[in-house]
């Protein structure tokens, strides 16, 4: 099946500093892949769209100035946070789908865990 | 508004039961639905998925669709313990360019 990876799987950074997470589909191209963020005990809250070559579409209010996306190649994407505060903190996931399948399944990442101290 | 409600639970059965996880879904134009499994800790894990109304079966799984009820579930024949879970039901609108609404999942525990 298609697979996902994601760097790190955690992180531990101070207030104010930026984190850089990857996403890449090891074994299938995206040239669309989604960034999700789940906090504790609550499902998964689409944060933003990330098409390869275009700018990144983000949803109602996730601030794009603070979460910075790059899908520059048909395999990555990264999600940088900048200024990164405590209320960051959270399971950052992304998934990709196999623009080769007829379906529409999209597949995890195994999320990156992020600690804003 | 996009919604997709699931009764959080936890829902209990016992081991070698039929467990039925429920889902409804605000959005009539919505076109394809996912069920996902989500241990504690880990992200979620593609179960099965169903574009049209009927029943569509995998193994131990079954997704049924309705669209005139607006309503999706998941059967799981012969529940084993390694099915204790958190099921997240999330569904499509527009195809594959759009991202997934997910419920906020139902926590399922399958008593030995």
């Known amino acids: 099946g298609a697979v996902v990876s994601q760097h790190p799987s955690w992180v531990i950074c101070k207030s104010g500093t930026s984190v850089k997470i990857e996403c890449r589909s090891l074994?299938?191209?995206?040239?669309?892949m989604f960034w999700y963020r789940q906090f504790p005990k609550q499902s998964l809250m689409l944060m933003a769209t990330?098409?390869?070559?275009?700018?990144?579409?983000?949803e109602q209010g996730v601030e794009k100035d603070k979460f910075l996306i790059n899908h520059a190649s048909l395999t990555l994407s990264t999600l940088t946070v900048t200024s990164a505060h405590p209320e960051d903190s959270s399971f950052y996931i992304c998934s990709a789908r196999d623009w080769t399948s007829v379906n529409y399944e999209q597949y995890f990442g195994p999320g990156t865990r992020l600690t804003v101290t | 508004q996009k919604e997709v409600e699931q009764n959080s639970g936890p829902l209990s059965v016992p081991e070698g039961a039929i467990a039925s996880l429920n889902c409804t879904y605000s959005d009539r134009g919505s076109q394809s639905f996912f069920w996902y499994r989500q241990y504690s800790g880990k992200s979620p894990e593609l179960i099965m998925f169903i574009y049209s109304n009927g029943d569509k079966e995998d193994g131990r799984f079954t997704a049924q669709l309705n669209k005139a009820s607006q309503y999706v579930s998941l059967l799981i024949r012969d529940s084993q313990p390694s099915d204790s879970a958190t099921y997240l039901c999330?569904?499509?609108?527009?195809?594959?360019?759009?991202?997934?609404?997910f419920g906020k999942g139902t926590h399922l525990i399958i008593q030995p």
């Open positions: 999330a569904v499509n609108i527009g195809g594959g360019a759009d991202g997934l609404t």
């Open positions: 990330s098409n390869e070559g275009s700018k990144a579409t983000y």
């Open positions: 074994d299938f191209q995206a040239t669309t």
